[in-house]
C-alpha cells in the first residue's frame, strides 16, 4: 500500500482515514467516505484499484471531471480511461477493446452511460470495485440532486459481490442515509473525516453595494498577483458584469455560465486550468468538474444558497494545503432573490432552512469555522484564528436607540415598506417614492442621516438577525415589527448591535509565496519567491508541450519543497513529497538543470 502511494503519487504518508478506508475497500466492504474537497478522496479508491485484481469503475457526473482525473492519473503512469459523448465512436470502441484486454485500471463513466453498458461491457470485464464520486448527487436531500444517479441500484442488482465506495465532500446526516439507502449498500462503514481546512482563511463582508465591491475585489487580488481566483456570482449578468469590470481594471479575466455555448465553456474552463487566464467569473456549475490544485483563492460576489455549497465552492481553494484566501459578499438583497428561488422551488422547506443556516452563517459573531464544523456534525474547543472574526472579535454597544428610530419608521408607515425605502427614510432622501406616499412628512424622516446608508444595511440585518424584524416575502419584501421589536421599540427592552468596524481593505492577504519558508531575512525571502516563479514558468512550458493543465505536471506544494530543499541531482528529488517515480523519471533533470543554474546565478 506504501509503496503503491510512493511509487505512483509521490508521498511517503497517508493522510488521516486514508490507509484504513483503503484496507476496508480490500476486504471488499460497502464504504461510506465524507472527506473535504482536498482531502484526499480520490485516493481512496485509486491505490486500490491497483492493488486489485480487474477494473475499477469509476461514476462521475462531469465530463471535464472525468478528463482532469484521468489526465492526473495518465499523468503518474497509470492506465486510466473514459467513456463519454466527447470522444469519437472508435475512441470508446477503442477504450472498451483495452478493458476486455485487461489494460485498463481505471474506468471513469457517467451515470447515464452506466445504464447503457451495465448488459454489455460491465457484463464481459472483471471489475474491482465501483466508486460513486459526488454521491451527494443521489439523494433528494442533496444540495446538488442530478435524477440519473438514482438509477444506479442497478450496481447492486448485476453486481451483487462487487463492493460499492460512495464519497462526497459535502452531506449532512439525511443525505448520508439517503446515500447508502438508494445504492443499496451492505452494513457500509461510514468514515467521517475531518472538515477542518485551516489553510482556508474565511472572511464575510456585509452589505456593500457594486462598486465597492470591486473595490475590495481589485485590492484583493492585486496582493494575489499571478495567483488563480475563481468569483462566484448568483445569475450570469452579474458574472458577465463582474468580468467587465475587472477586465476594465486590467485584470485576465473569463466567464463561465449556462448562457454560453458548449465550445464557449469548454475554452474558459480550459484557458483557466491551463493557467492562460488568472480570473473565472462564474455561477455555481464552474468548478465541480476540475481539480486544479492551485486556486489561491475563492470569492463570493454573492450570498450561496446553503452552507453545502459554499464549502464545496470555497474548497476549490488550496487543495494543495498552501495558505489560501475566501471572501463572502454578504447583502440583503441576495438574502432577497434567494428566498424568492427557494419559494418556488420544489422542495421549499429544505431550501428555506438551508438558506436560514447560510444566513446565520454570514451574520454571525462567533468563529466562523466552529460554524462550518458544527454543520457538518464535527466540534472543536478553540476558535480557529484565522476568520474575520477571530481576527477583530465584535464590540458591542447599546443600540436601542438606533433600533428604536428604524422600528419607528417602519411603524409609521403601516409596515408597508421595504429595506431600501426604510434607509431612505432614515437618511431622508427625497426620492419618488418618498414624496408620492409622503413619507417625507413623518416625524422620523431624516432621524438617522448621520449614519451612512451602509451602516444602515448592516444594522438592519443585525436586527433581523437578533428577532426584532422579519421579512414578509409574499408582501413585496415588506418589513414586519415582531413581538420582540415592540418590546424595544416601546422601551420595555435594552438592544445591543454590534460595532461596525470600517474596512480599510488594508489587510495584508497571505501571498502564496510567503509560505516557502519561516526565514526572516527578506533578502533571503526574495531569492525563494525569484525560484518559484522560475520553476513555475518552466512547469508553465512542460504542460504546454504536452497540452495538460500545468498543476498536473507538478503542484504549487511540490514546486515550494523543490524551492525549499533545491535539489541539484536525481537523487535528491527522492525526498520531494508529491513526485511520483513516473515523473521524477519524466520531468526530473528539467527542473534540477534549472535548479543548478538559479543557485550559479546567485553565486
Given at each position: 500500500?506504501?509503496?503503491?502511494?510512493?511509487?505512483?503519487f509521490?508521498?511517503?504518508?497517508?493522510?488521516?482515514?486514508?490507509?484504513e478506508?483503503?484496507?476496508?475497500?480490500?476486504n471488499?466492504?460497502?464504504?461510506?467516505?465524507?472527506?473535504?474537497?482536498?482531502?484526499?478522496?480520490?485516493l481512496?479508491?485509486?491505490?486500490?484499484?491497483?492493488?486489485?485484481?480487474?477494473?475499477?469503475?469509476v461514476?462521475?457526473?462531469?465530463?471535464?471531471?472525468?478528463?482532469?482525473?484521468?489526465?492526473?492519473?495518465?499523468?503518474?503512469?497509470?492506465?486510466?480511461r473514459?467513456?463519454?459523448?466527447?470522444?469519437?465512436?472508435?475512441?470508446?470502441?477503442?477504450?472498451?477493446?483495452?478493458?476486455?484486454?485487461?489494460?485498463?485500471?481505471l474506468?471513469?463513466?457517467?451515470?447515464?452511460?452506466?445504464?447503457?453498458?451495465?448488459?454489455?461491457?460491465?457484463?464481459?470485464?472483471?471489475?474491482?470495485?465501483?466508486a460513486?464520486?459526488?454521491?451527494?448527487?443521489?439523494?433528494?436531500?442533496?444540495?446538488?440532486?442530478?435524477?440519473e444517479?438514482?438509477?444506479?441500484?442497478?450496481?447492486?442488482k448485476?453486481?451483487?459481490n462487487?463492493?460499492?465506495?460512495?464519497?462526497?465532500?459535502?452531506?449532512?446526516?439525511?443525505?448520508?442515509?439517503?446515500?447508502?439507502?438508494?445504492?443499496?449498500?451492505?452494513?457500509?462503514?461510514?468514515?467521517?473525516?475531518?472538515?477542518?481546512?485551516?489553510?482556508?482563511s474565511?472572511?464575510?463582508?456585509?452589505?456593500?453595494?457594486?462598486?465597492?465591491?470591486?473595490?475590495?475585489?481589485?485590492?484583493?487580488?492585486?496582493?494575489?498577483?499571478?495567483?488563480?481566483?475563481?468569483?462566484?456570482?448568483?445569475?450570469?449578468?452579474?458574472?458577465?458584469?463582474?468580468?467587465?469590470?475587472?477586465?476594465?481594471?486590467?485584470?485576465?479575466?473569463?466567464?463561465?455560465?449556462?448562457?454560453?455555448s458548449?465550445?464557449?465553456?469548454?475554452?474558459?474552463?480550459?484557458?483557466?486550468?491551463?493557467?492562460?487566464?488568472?480570473?473565472?467569473?462564474?455561477?455555481?456549475?464552474?468548478?465541480?468538474?476540475?481539480d486544479?490544485s492551485?486556486?489561491?483563492w475563492?470569492?463570493?460576489?454573492?450570498?450561496?444558497?446553503?452552507?453545502?455549497?459554499?464549502?464545496?465552492?470555497?474548497?476549490?481553494?488550496?487543495?494543495?494545503?498552501?495558505?489560501s484566501?475566501?471572501?463572502?459578499?454578504?447583502?440583503?438583497?441576495?438574502?432577497?432573490?434567494?428566498?424568492?428561488?427557494?419559494?418556488?422551488?420544489?422542495?421549499?422547506?429544505i431550501?428555506?432552512?438551508?438558506?436560514?443556516?447560510?444566513?446565520?452563517?454570514?451574520?454571525?459573531n462567533?468563529?466562523?469555522?466552529?460554524?462550518?464544523?458544527?454543520?457538518?456534525?464535527?466540534?472543536?474547543?478553540?476558535?480557529?484564528?484565522?476568520?474575520?472574526?477571530?481576527?477583530?472579535?465584535?464590540?458591542?454597544?447599546?443600540?436601542?436607540?438606533?433600533?428604536?428610530?428604524?422600528?419607528?419608521a417602519?411603524?409609521?408607515?403601516d409596515?408597508?415598506i421595504?429595506?431600501?425605502t426604510?434607509?431612505?427614510?432614515?437618511?431622508?432622501?427625497?426620492?419618488?417614492?418618498?414624496?408620492?406616499?409622503?413619507?417625507?412628512?413623518?416625524?422620523?424622516?431624516?432621524?438617522?442621516?448621520?449614519?451612512?446608508?451602509?451602516?444602515w444595511?448592516?444594522?438592519i440585518?443585525?436586527?433581523?438577525?437578533?428577532?426584532?424584524?422579519?421579512?414578509?416575502?409574499?408582501?413585496?419584501?415588506?418589513?414586519?415589527?415582531?413581538?420582540?421589536?415592540?418590546?424595544?421599540?416601546?422601551?420595555?427592552q435594552?438592544?445591543?448591535?454590534?460595532?461596525?468596524?470600517?474596512?480599510?481593505?488594508?489587510?495584508?492577504?497571505?501571498?502564496?509565496?510567503?509560505?516557502i519558508?519561516?526565514?526572516?531575512?527578506?533578502?533571503?525571502?526574495?531569492?525563494?519567491?525569484?525560484?518559484?516563479?522560475?520553476l513555475?514558468l518552466?512547469?508553465l512550458?512542460?504542460?504546454?508541450?504536452?497540452?495538460?493543465?500545468?498543476?498536473?505536471?507538478m503542484?504549487?506544494?511540490?514546486?515550494?519543497?523543490?524551492?525549499?530543499?533545491?535539489?541539484?541531482?536525481?537523487?535528491?528529488?527522492?525526498?520531494?513529497?508529491?513526485?511520483?517515480?513516473?515523473?521524477?523519471k519524466?520531468?526530473?533533470?528539467?527542473?534540477?538543470?534549472?535548479?543548478?543554474?538559479y543557485?550559479?546565478?546567485?553565486?
Open positions: 500500500m506504501l509503496n503503491i502511494l510512493k511509487t505512483y509521490g508521498y511517503t504518508s497517508f493522510r488521516p482515514l486514508q490507509k478506508i483503503i484496507t476496508n475497500i480490500l471488499k466492504k460497502d464504504t461510506l467516505v465524507l472527506m473535504p474537497t482536498g482531502g484526499g478522496k480520490s481512496c479508491y485509486q491505490i486500490p484499484s491497483l492493488m486489485m485484481e480487474g477494473t475499477a469503475i461514476v462521475s457526473p462531469l465530463i471535464s471531471l472525468m478528463k482532469d482525473q484521468v489526465e492526473a492519473l495518465q499523468a503518474n503512469g497509470i492506465t486510466a473514459a467513456i463519454n459523448s466527447m470522444n469519437t465512436d472508435t475512441e470508446n470502441t477503442s477504450i472498451r477493446m483495452e478493458c476486455l484486454q485487461g489494460k485498463v485500471k474506468l471513469y463513466i457517467s451515470p447515464e452511460r452506466i445504464l447503457a453498458e451495465s448488459n454489455y461491457l460491465l457484463k464481459d470485464i472483471k471489475i474491482s470495485l465501483f460513486i464520486d459526488e454521491a451527494h448527487c443521489i439523494s433528494q436531500w442533496g444540495h446538488d440532486f442530478r435524477p444517479y438514482t438509477q444506479l441500484d442497478i450496481l447492486r448485476q453486481f451483487p462487487i463492493p460499492i465506495i460512495a464519497l462526497t465532500a459535502t452531506a449532512d446526516k439525511i443525505t448520508r442515509q439517503d446515500i447508502m439507502k438508494q445504492l443499496k449498500m451492505r452494513e457500509p462503514e461510514i468514515f467521517i473525516s475531518s472538515f477542518d481546512r485551516p489553510n482556508l474565511l472572511d464575510v463582508k456585509k452589505g456593500y453595494q457594486q462598486k465597492e465591491k470591486i473595490r475590495i475585489i481589485k485590492r484583493f487580488i492585486e496582493k494575489h498577483e499571478n495567483e488563480s481566483g475563481i468569483i462566484y456570482c448568483m445569475s450570469r449578468k452579474t458574472t458577465e458584469k463582474v468580468a467587465e469590470l475587472l477586465a476594465d481594471e486590467g485584470f485576465d479575466t473569463t466567464v463561465y455560465h449556462a448562457g454560453l458548449n465550445s464557449e465553456r469548454e475554452k474558459a474552463q480550459d484557458d483557466f486550468i491551463n493557467d492562460r487566464v488568472q480570473i473565472v467569473c462564474a455561477t455555481v456549475a464552474f468548478g465541480m468538474g476540475i486544479k492551485n486556486v489561491r475563492v470569492i463570493h460576489y454573492n450570498l450561496p444558497k446553503s452552507i453545502e455549497s459554499f464549502y464545496q465552492e470555497i474548497g476549490r481553494a488550496g487543495r494543495d494545503g498552501i495558505k484566501d475566501t471572501i463572502l459578499f454578504y447583502s440583503l438583497g441576495d438574502m432577497i432573490q434567494l428566498t424568492k428561488f427557494a419559494e418556488e422551488s420544489n422542495q421549499k422547506e431550501n428555506i432552512e438551508k438558506l436560514n443556516r447560510m444566513q446565520q452563517y454570514a451574520e454571525a462567533i468563529c466562523r469555522r466552529r460554524i462550518l464544523l458544527s454543520y457538518f456534525g464535527e466540534t472543536t474547543d478553540h476558535d480557529c484564528g484565522n476568520c474575520d472574526v477571530c481576527r477583530n472579535p465584535p464590540e458591542r454597544f447599546d443600540g436601542t436607540i438606533i433600533i428604536q428610530k428604524a422600528l419607528s417602519i411603524a409609521r408607515t409596515q408597508q421595504a429595506t431600501s426604510l434607509i431612505e427614510i432614515l437618511r431622508g432622501n427625497y426620492t419618488q417614492e418618498i414624496a408620492e406616499k409622503e413619507y417625507d412628512k413623518i416625524k422620523t424622516f431624516g432621524i438617522g442621516r448621520e449614519i451612512p446608508s451602509r451602516h444595511q448592516n444594522y440585518l443585525q436586527m433581523l438577525n437578533s428577532g426584532y424584524l422579519e421579512i414578509a416575502y409574499n408582501e413585496n419584501n415588506h418589513l414586519k415589527i415582531t413581538d420582540l421589536g415592540h418590546k424595544v421599540l416601546y422601551g420595555k435594552k438592544a445591543q448591535l454590534v460595532v461596525i468596524k470600517e474596512d480599510t481593505t488594508h489587510k495584508q492577504y497571505s501571498h502564496v509565496i510567503t509560505n519558508s519561516p526565514k526572516d531575512d527578506s533578502k533571503e525571502n526574495e531569492h525563494e519567491v525569484s525560484l518559484f516563479e522560475t513555475r518552466l512547469r512550458k512542460l504542460a504546454e508541450q504536452e497540452a495538460i493543465p500545468p498543476y498536473i505536471v503542484s504549487d506544494s511540490t514546486l515550494l519543497s523543490l524551492c525549499d530543499k533545491k535539489p541539484v541531482d536525481i537523487q535528491s528529488l527522492d525526498d520531494i513529497p508529491g513526485l511520483s517515480e513516473y515523473k521524477k519524466k520531468y526530473g533533470r528539467d527542473f534540477v538543470e534549472a535548479i543548478k543554474l543557485i550559479n546565478a546567485q553565486k
